[in-house]
Each structure stands twice: as structure tokens, then as C-alpha cells.
């Protein structure tokens, strides 16, 4: 399809870390991209900081894609007029902070100067798209595209249509996706905190009972998912898991569904995130990790490392 090669513009609205990311990221698969945010500083800082980004990423031999590091930085440029921004633009990624006025304010300002062919798309990771695009003109051409952090090396992106969107804008958006080397999923419909959010905070919800409980320490939880779960989930999903783990996925449900529901009747309420559980909890991260600027950022460097390490392996296996 036309559309989706690098011919058009990208734009990118707001200079912040998922904005900087989506900019690497449309910048490795060949498409200029515009960078556009209200002020020159933060425009000027975000294209350094993604210049210092990508020359990390070549030396460790992960930049993405097959142009070279100057290649894919001279695509990059800065704007701050937002109607100059979006001149020729085929899709236009929305990445301001999460807050529903902010980003309505923004859809509205470009739903006045946009064509009728570029997709309008926002970043957000849990506002509704009856909510964000609600009362514009171009509501066909609206999406979310929720990228998981940080997503150079996380390649899951979910699109959720409104209600009215067209189904060309989820077959545009999908096929973008797949040419950056993400891993887009269609939500056929909106729900609330989406489906990466609801099945975290599913497991969050029963990581604070069984730690409040006093059933399991909150180290010991962790290590549960680290060196148990997720390392099987970092290769298939839940579903998969079942259908492997009994003689396909009709024998598992033969063989275990009573067992599952009993388990799952005994689970508590939804927990308050808060109190005497919240500080013990805090205080075993801490000792993990104390929670100053210092440490946090060094620990997010060797997850993001990991994770790194992990697409790579993850590439060299394919999928089948």
C-alpha cells in the first residue's frame, strides 16, 4: 500500500521520552520525521539527547534497521509551529503527558489544520478513545497506539479504535507497525486500562494479596515472575502456555478448569495500594534498590540492557 512507504512525513507531537522514542523508532525504518513541541529549547535538548541515544545503540551494535546512525538522524528535524509541522504529513503520532485536556486541546488545535488522509494517532496508555477524540471531524482517522516503555526494545504497540474509527486508519496503523519491526495487536474494541494494563494490574492485584497476606515476602514474589513466569512469557502468552502444558488446549481445560476456579474463588478484594502493606513492600524495593534519582536511573539502564539483550535473542529465535 502506498501509504505506508517512507515517503510521507511523520510528525511527532511533544519532545518527551516516549515522543524521542517514536522518533528513533519511525527514523529506523526510513521515514523523515518532525519533531514538533511549543518550545525551541526542549526541541533542541530532545535531538541531542536522541543523537547521544542512537550512538549508545550503534556501538552496542542495536540500532535498529538498515540506514546508519548519520543516515537515520539527518531524517530527524525539530519544528515548533505545529501547521508547518504537519504539511505532508501521513501519520501524526501524539505524545503528550498523560492528562485527557492536554491531549484533547492538542487533537482539537490539529483536527482544524489536518487533511483527510493522514492518521491521527496518540500514545496514550489508559484514556479511552471516545474520550480523546470525541466531537472531531477527523474522528475516522483517529487511533491510539499504546507503546509499551521504553519501546525501542519492547516492540508491542496496541491499536485501539474508536468507535466511529475507519477500518483503513487500523490497516494503515498496523501495516506502519510491522514496517518498524513492532509487534502492533488490534483491541477490536476500547476497554478501560486496554489489555497490557488490565492483565499488570491483574497480577499486581494478586502480587500485594499474597505479600499482605503474608503468604510470600515481596522479594520472593518477584523472583516468582522473574525466574518463573515471565521467563516462559517472554516467548508465548498465557493461552499458548495452557495449550502446551496439556495435550492442547481442550485437554487442559479438561484437566485443570475445576482446579483454576476453585484457586480463583478464593481470591481477595481489590487491594488499597496503600498502608502497611505499601510500606513493606517499599521497603524491600528499597533494599533492592533505594529509591533516589541515582539509583533508579542505573537500575533502568541495566533493565533496559536486559531487555535489549532479550530482543536480540528473541530475534535470533523467530518466532514460528
Known sequence: MASSTPSGVVVIVGSGLIGRSWAMLFASGGFKVKLYDIEQQQITNALENIRKEMKLLEQAGSLKGSLGVEEQLSLISGCSNLQEAVEGAMHIQECVPENLELKKKIFAQLDRIIDDRVVLSSSSSCLLPSKLFSGLAHVKQCIVAHPVNPPYYVPLVELVPHPETAPATVDRTYALMKKLGQSPVRMLKEVDGFALNRLQYAIISEAWRLVEEGI?????????????????????????????????????????????????????????????????????????????????????????????????????????
Open 216 to 320: 510470600i515476602s515481596p522479594s520472593d514474589l518477584d523472583l516468582v515472575m522473574s525466574d518463573g513466569l515471565g521467563m516462559r512469557y517472554a516467548f508465548i502468552g498465557p493461552l499458548e502456555t495452557m495449550h502446551l502444558n496439556a495435550e492442547g488446549m481442550l485437554n487442559y481445560c479438561d484437566r485443570y478448569g475445576e482446579g483454576m476456579k476453585r484457586v480463583l474463588k478464593t481470591f481477595g478484594p481489590t487491594p488499597e495500594f496503600s498502608g502497611a502493606t505499601a510500606a513493606k513492600v517499599n521497603q524491600a524495593m528499597c533494599m533492592k534498590v533505594p529509591d533516589d534519582p541515582v539509583h533508579l536511573a542505573a537500575r533502568r539502564q541495566w533493565r533496559d540492557e536486559c531487555l535489549m539483550k532479550l530482543a536480540k535473542l528473541k530475534g535470533q529465535m523467530q518466532s514460528q
